[in-house]
C-alpha cells in the first residue's frame, strides 16, 4: 500500500472528470498537483483485467472507473442534436415480421461473451449475406448501440446479418473494451480472440458471404474494431471506427490517456505477420473532447501504411453539421479508405437515433456510409 499512499487519487479523479488529462496525468505519474506541492515520483502499478485496468486496491478502482466513464461514449457540449441518454437503459428493439434479435453466448479459453444478433426478415439461407459486427462503447450495451446507430433496419433494407458482442462488465467495469491492454491487442488472445470467435460461430451458423464481413464499433468499440482489421484482415474485409483510436494506440492507463489526448506514435507501423490491416472508414468529431481527432488520422494512416494512394478531399453538409471527406484510392481507382472529419461535432455517433445514448443527430448517417463502404466493395 505504500507504493500508492502519496497519490492524490482524488485530485487525479476530479481533473478527469473535469476533462483535465494533462494534469490528471501528471498527478498519477507522481508530479506536482494543480496549486499543491510536488509528490513522490512512484507510479502506480496497474494490473488485472478490468477497469483501465484495475488494482484491485481502494481508490485506485474508483479512479480506473472514474478514467473508464471519462473514454466512454459520451458526447462534448455542443448546441443541439446530442442524446445523452442514461447508460444502462436498454431500449426496446422492434423486431419486423420475419426477422430475429436473438440472444447467445460464446466461449473459448479466453472467456465467454454474449451476444446480440439480427437475422432480417429477408435471410432464408438459400444464399449467403454479409454479416457486420458492431462493438459498442463504455457503458452501452447490445441493444443501445442498435437503437442510436438503427444498423437493424439497414439490415432489413439491404439483407445482411448484424452481431452485436457484449462486453462483460466483469471483465471492465464500464464495459468498455480493453483495446489499452496490451495483451487484448493481438490475433487469437484475450478479447480479440472472443469477438472473432464470435464472428467464426456465426459464419458457421449461417450462411455468410466470407468475402464480405466487417466490424464497426464507436469510441472503446471503436478502437476494438480497429483492432480486429490489424489482427484478422482474413476475416474482416473492413472495418468503421467511429471516435477511436488505432490498434496499439496505448499499452496502459498512462499511454491510454495520452493517445486519447494527442494520439500516439508511430501507430502507422502495425502490422499482423506481414498483412497489412484491413481497409477502413473513419468517423470523427473536430470538437471531440473525449478522443482527439488526431486518432482518426492515425487509424487512416494505419490502414494505409504501404500503399500507394491517392487522396481526393470533397467538402460538404447533412443534417446540419458540416464535413470534409478524405477518400483515399489506389493508383487503380480502387477506394481503400474514406476519413469523414466531422466539423463542430463532439464524442458522439453521427445522424444516430436519440433512441440509444451517445448520439448526434447532426451531420452524415455513419450507419449508411458504413455499410454503402462495406457492401460495395469487391
Known sequence: MKLFSKIDIKEATRLTREGRLDEAMQVLKGGAAPGGAPQPSARPRMTGESGLPGSGLPGLDSLSDTLNR??????APAPGGFSPNMPGKSPVIAVPDGARYEEKTFRNAAGSRAYKLYVPSGYDGSRPVPLVVMLHGCTQSPDDFAAGTRMNELAEKRTFLVAYPAQAQSANM???????????????????????????????LFAVD???????GLSAGGAAAAIMGTAYPDIYAAVGVHSGLACGAAKDMPSALNAMRQGAPATGKSRNGGRAPAPAIV?????DATVHAVNGEQVIEQA?????????????????LDYTLAVHTRKDGRTVMEHWQLHGAGHAWSGGSPAGSYTDSRGPDASAEMVRFFLDRE
Open 70 to 75: 471519462f473514454a466512454s461514449a459520451r458526447p
Open 174 to 204: 464500464s464495459k468498455c473494451w480493453n483495446w489499452f491492454n496490451e495483451a487484448d491487442q493481438r490475433r487469437d488472445a484475450g478479447e480479440p480472440s472472443l469477438i472473432a470467435g464470435i464472428t467464426r460461430e456465426i459464419i458457421g
Open 210 to 216: 466470407h468475402a464480405r464481413v466487417f466490424a464497426a
Open 283 to 287: 468517423f470523427h468529431g473536430d470538437r
Open 304 to 320: 494505409g501504411a504501404g500503399l500507394d494512394l491517392v487522396e481526393i478531399q470533397t467538402r460538404g453538409s447533412a443534417g446540419g
